[in-house]
């Protein structure tokens, strides 16, 4: 069973950079697209990015397009969010996510594991 684990969440001013991890243990992650979600107070959960399986293609939300970067490392199990030049609208619990069907178009009811989430609070 493939555990996610996300890390790295926490304050950042507005116009800052914060770089999110997930660590994925008990498979290897090559077999699945990853994504990153996000869920803001009061609103619904969103997609975030994804990446294929060995990272040769990317998708990103237009809300954090040319600002966040998702990554992997299939050899450490990790995957990254690198995001900058945050603003107080990225405020969120950001979720890591997995898919086995290796899509790269990843929505809610697409996605087979969840990760429990790290707290972004971004400062005005």
């Known amino acids: 069973q493939v555990q996610l684990v996300e890390s790295g969440g926490g304050l950042v001013q507005a116009g800052g950079s914060l770089r999110l991890s997930c660590a994925a243990s008990?498979?290897?992650?090559?077999?699945?697209?990853m994504g990153w979600f996000r869920q803001a107070p009061g609103k619904d959960r969103e997609f975030v990015a994804s990446i294929t399986r060995h990272g040769f293609t990317t998708r990103y939300a237009n809300s954090v397009k040319d600002r966040f970067t998702i990554s992997r490392d299939n050899a450490k199990n990790l995957v990254f969010l690198e995001m900058n030049k945050v603003t107080p609208e990225d405020t969120a619990v950001y979720y890591c996510?997995?898919?086995?069907?290796?899509?790269?178009?990843?929505?809610?009811?697409?996605?087979?594991?969840w990760g429990q989430g790290t707290q972004v609070t971004v400062s005005s």
């Open positions: 008990g498979r290897t992650l090559t077999t699945f697209s």
């Open positions: 996510a997995a898919e086995r069907s290796g899509a790269i178009y990843m929505t809610l009811a697409d996605v087979d594991l």
